[in-house]
């Protein structure tokens, strides 16, 4: 439903009402611009809250209970984290990584062997999820450091490799991760005022999933507006001028790898308390693909815009394509299995995406203004020749997403 | 910074780079006076914008070093796997330290905590030799390695550049570049970001002052108001002025600038002149100038440098070089016999 001119021409008629409204918007809107921070969390709150009420209104309340949508969203939530914190990496320092999902497993894994009686530890569980983000972060810093001359394409490669590499160990080395089966009876975390954590009450889950969004929305803003985050910036621009004006790339996108993955790795371990197991063949390929088309299509460089991206592909996933398969049967029309057809469906997604809409649902004021402001001069001014690179390294064009 | 009025800022000896076959600069002897405008011309690949990557650090030299303030900084790096040492000794003697506690205590506890000690010694000194923070240099220098700065390390060290290309963060503002030029003076770390708030505005408060100077800095290459413009949507002229902010930014004690006035007008021409001048007076910069433009280098140079083949052919005060037979020559031929 969209909200007409007239509509809003209607509602005129009510002076009072406009009168507050226009009384309260701009400060309001002020407030918010001013305090992100609060911004983020009241954001956050008023859609974790809404979601519940929303889910028992008609037409949703037909498709699943309340309870399992709830469960839905602590899993989409998971999403929201990865897609944020590869932001950091693909859409703020501008480093294609295509193996994100291996520092999710190491984060899971970490919380497996901290607290399962598969490993006999049972440490709590915020000491882990800090223990999780951390082992990420190392791996992140131990990948970065030696792709550090690559970028673009190859880049890409070598990370798509290490994702391969990961979940491949963990297969393998099953003396110490059960292999195939996957580590199992994983323990539930043990919060404090948040008794019930159980497979049947996915409340405890939900809440504590907005906790963390909201927590690392903030952090990651934060860094973002930061001289970290311009440096990130710089970096994506143009690595050698970034270079020169003193920034150590070195650094800077190491930096940009480990917060990425820690972001992950925070995930991970709360997808291993979740789901009480870890197995390989929960990192696959196919997680870091989802995650990367996530923040394509919401909007990459934009935080609200990859949370958004994130939860509607999850959704999309997860709900859409099952119900369709559901309604197609109800009618008793052929069909294909639409869930299988996902990935392709996705890929069309993004074709289309990148057709009409290259900035993604919700972009950043930079990359919108980026994006068409090439437009509006009609040239290829985003194309630097061969020649401009005068005389420095050649390695050095900027190859971009 | 010099204590001896007399040593220059600085000096390079025997200069050489080799592509491959190609000699792109050949023995260089070359210095810059604190203070002075220093002017670097010669033909189209005589190898001055080489020479100039090779001062701020892009590519090291083959043969040859370069002092800044006294201090050797480009050279060809000497003793380079005795770092080695540096990378895994720490961890080496952590995880004999680790063991003997274990033998000593017998607590298991003790031995993991020692061992994950001893790790993260060898991940943390792995990573210095990656991202060579000061410290790291600093104990190079006591094993006695030698590695070349890099162009940061110049920034840090008071070299600030321009590119003959510009090479500008197009899609970010004029006053986001400058603060990016301004990067290395700046101090807050990630850890302030995301500690970041009314009660510790360590970051906020910094990132204010140095919004501030950037607007300075802009107002004196004179672009004042433009700070939130796209630097792509600037005028050609502009962004020259803009690049020549960016690299003030870091407060440099050297500028190099790699052809300021290409493909500008008369007008703009003068004004840059005027600007590079006001740079000197005013603040005290020493300048080297890399110019096709000969109106420029005559009006503003106190002394120029001529190169041609990677040689350098005359040096002297801009009446001396306009006389000199050999520049003649490099840039209008042998007269016929």
Same mark, same amino acid.
């Given at each position: 439903m969209t909200i007409s001119a007239k509509d809003l021409l209607e509602l005129l008629r009510y002076p009072a009402a406009a009168f507050v409204v226009a009384l309260v918007y701009a400060p309001v809107r002020e407030f918010l611009r001013r305090h992100r921070s609060t911004a983020i969390f009241l954001g956050v709150t008023a859609a974790a809250s809404l979601l519940p009420f929303i889910v028992t209104l008609p037409v949703l309340n037909e498709f699943e209970r309340q309870n399992v949508w709830l469960d839905g969203f602590s899993n989409a939530g998971v999403f929201?984290?990865?897609?944020?914190?590869?932001?950091?990496?693909?859409?703020?320092?501008?480093?294609?990584?295509?193996?994100?999902?291996?520092?999710?497993?190491? $984060?899971?894994?970490t919380y497996a062997f901290g607290a399962s009686p598969f490993s006999g530890n049972h440490f709590p569980f915020?000491?882990?999820?800090?223990? $999780?983000?951390?082992v990420a972060a190392t791996f992140g810093v131990l990948l970065g450091a030696p792709t550090l001359r690559l970028r673009g394409d190859y880049l890409a490669i070598v990370t798509l490799g290490f994702g391969e590499i990961v979940p491949i160990v963990f297969l393998n080395a099953d003396q110490f991760t059960e292999g195939t089966n996957g580590i199992g009876g994983i323990y539930k975390p043990d919060l404090p005022l948040l008794e019930s954590f159980s497979l049947l009450n996915p409340w405890p889950?939900?809440?504590?999933?907005?906790?963390?969004?909201?927590?690392?929305?903030?952090?990651?803003?934060?860094?973002?507006?930061?001289?970290?985050?311009?440096?990130?910036?710089a970096v994506r621009e143009d690595e050698l001028a970034a270079a020169a004006s003193g920034i150590n790339t070195v650094v800077t996108k190491?930096?940009?790898?480990?917060? $990425?993955?820690?972001?992950?790795?925070?995930?991970g371990v709360f997808n291993a308390a979740k789901l009480t197991l870890v197995s390989p063949d929960q990192f696959l390929f196919t997680v870091s693909f989802t995650v990367l088309a996530a923040i394509v299509l919401g909007g990459m460089g934009n935080i609200w815009g990859v949370a958004m991206g994130a939860f509607i592909l999850y959704t999309i996933q997860v709900v859409l394509l099952h119900e369709l398969n559901t309604f197609f049967d109800n009618f008793h029309l052929p069909h294909p299995n639409f869930v299988e057809y996902q990935y392709l469906l996705f890929g069309l997604a993004l074709v289309v995406m990148m057709l009409l809409r290259p900035e993604g649902l919700f972009p950043s004021q930079r990359r919108k203004r980026e994006l068409h402001a090439a437009e509006e001069l009609g040239d290829d001014a985003e194309l630097p020749g061969a020649d401009e690179l005068g005389g420095v390294d050649p390695s050095s064009s900027e190859v971009r997403l | 910074m010099n204590p001896h009025a007399s040593e220059p800022l600085l000096h390079a000896v025997k200069v050489t780079k080799r592509f491959g076959g190609l000699i792109a600069v050949n023995e260089v002897d070359f210095t810059i006076p604190e203070g002075a405008i220093v002017s670097l011309i010669g033909p189209n690949g005589a190898g001055k914008t080489t020479l100039f990557n090779i001062i701020a650090g892009i590519y090291d030299p083959t043969l040859g070093e370069i002092d800044f303030k006294g201090q050797r900084m480009v050279a060809r790096p000497e003793n380079v796997r005795r770092a080695t040492i540096l990378w895994f000794a720490p961890g080496m003697i952590l995880a004999a330290a680790a063991f003997l506690a274990y033998q000593v205590t017998g607590s298991q506890l003790v031995g993991a905590l020692g061992g994950l000690i001893a790790i993260a010694g060898l991940v943390i000194m792995l990573l210095a030799g990656v991202a060579r923070p000061l410290w790291y240099g600093r104990l190079l220098g006591r094993i006695g390695v030698f590695l070349s700065a890099r162009p940061n390390d110049m920034v840090v060290a008071g070299i600030g550049r321009t590119f003959q290309n510009i090479r500008l963060f197009q899609n970010m503002t004029a006053l986001e570049n400058v603060l990016v030029g301004m990067h290395s003076k700046l101090r807050a770390n990630w850890v302030h970001a995301i500690i970041d708030s009314r009660l510790a505005p360590m970051a906020t408060n910094e990132e204010r002052a140095a919004a501030a100077r950037a607007e300075e800095l802009l107002t004196l290459v004179g672009l004042p108001g433009k700070g939130h413009e796209l630097a792509k949507n600037l005028p050609y002229g502009d962004q020259r002025r803009l690049e020549i902010a960016r690299a003030m930014g870091a407060d440099p004690a050297l500028l190099l600038l790699d052809e300021p006035t290409a493909g500008m007008n008369p007008r703009e021409t003068s004004e840059v002149i005027a600007l590079i001048a006001r740079l000197r007076r005013d603040l005290g910069l020493t300048i080297l100038l890399i110019e096709h433009d000969m109106r420029v280098v005559m009006s503003v140079s106190d002394r120029v440098s001529v190169l041609d083949h990677g040689e350098m052919i005359a040096e002297g005060t801009p009446d001396e070089v306009r006389r000199n037979p050999r520049v003649i020559e490099a840039y209008l031929g042998a007269p016929a016999v």
């Open positions: 929201v984290l990865l897609a944020v914190g590869l932001n950091i990496v693909v859409g703020l320092a501008g480093l294609l990584d295509l193996g994100y999902a291996a520092f999710f497993a190491i $984060g899971a894994y915020l000491l882990m999820v800090a223990a $999780g983000a951390i889950f939900y809440l504590v999933m907005a906790l963390m969004i909201i927590v690392v929305l903030i952090l990651v803003y934060k860094l973002e507006r930061s001289r970290l985050g311009r440096s990130w910036m190491l930096l940009a790898f480990s917060l $990425g993955a820690s972001t992950s790795g925070f995930a | -």
